[in-house]
Every structure is written in C-alpha cells, then in structure tokens.
Nanobody, 124 residues
Framework: VQLVESGGGLVQAGSSLRLSCAAS?????????????MGWYRQAPGKQRELVAY????????NYADSVKGRFTAARDNAKNTMYLQMNSLKPEDTGVYYC?????????????WGQGTQVTVSS
C-alpha cells in the first residue's frame, strides 16, 4: 500500500487548507491487502509526532486531537481510496509535517502504512 499526501503549503493564520491522501494498493501474487481505519499525524519542529485525526473504515467514526476539534474535519472517499483533512482557522501552532496513515491487513497481519508527509506552514 502506498500513501501519497498533497495539499500542504504556506498560509497565513486564519486561512484554510485541505490535505489529501491517496492510497494505492499494489497486488503481488499471493498477497492481499485491505485498509480499514485511516488518520493524520503531524510533527512540529522539535516535537514528537502526534495524532491529529482518525477516521474509521466507513467514514462515520472520527476522533480528533483536542487542539484541532472544531477546526479540522477528516473525511474519506472509499471509492477513490482517498482521505481528506479540511483544516480551517489555521494557527501558527498547526505548523508541521502532516503524515497520512492507513491501518489494515497484509494477509492476516495487522499493518500500518505511512505516507511521506506534506509540509504545512502557518505564518502569524
């Protein structure tokens, strides 16, 4: 499973951005992959990576970090194998590299996949 994020950039405080995470599944002979939950992590300079948003396989269950509740919304389009993060009212403390994750199965083995990350910079 390959995850590719897009949509990051440099914006001013109070602006909005929408991140996208496209998942592609490469099928190898004898291997099966399935994706269940997906989510977004971010890592600010000098800080540990933190979970920002988490969305269940059907898109109905979502969880958010307290710091982004009411401002960020995660959604997914399973038909397109794509997850989104709508970020509104951005603050300088939202600056960081945002990583997409997917959790699922490789055969019968629980697996977590990571994207390469996309930079979000919010200026004051």
């Amino acid at each position: 499973v390959q995850l590719v994020e897009s949509g990051g950039g440099l914006v001013q405080a109070g602006s909005s951005l929408r991140l996208s995470c496209a998942a592609s599944i490469r099928t190898f002979t004898g291997s099966t992959f399935s994706i269940n939950a997906m989510g977004w992590y971010r890592q600010a300079p000098g800080k540990q990576r933190e979970l920002v948003a988490y969305i269940g396989s059907d898109g109905d269950r979502t969880n958010y970090a307290d710091s982004v509740k009411g401002r960020f919304t995660a959604a997914r389009d399973n038909a397109k194998n794509t997850m989104y993060l709508q970020m509104n009212s951005l603050k300088p403390e939202d600056t960081g590299v945002y990583y997409c994750i997917a959790e699922g199965l490789t055969g019968t083995i629980e697996t977590r996949w990571w994207g390469q990350g996309t930079q979000v910079t919010v200026s004051s």
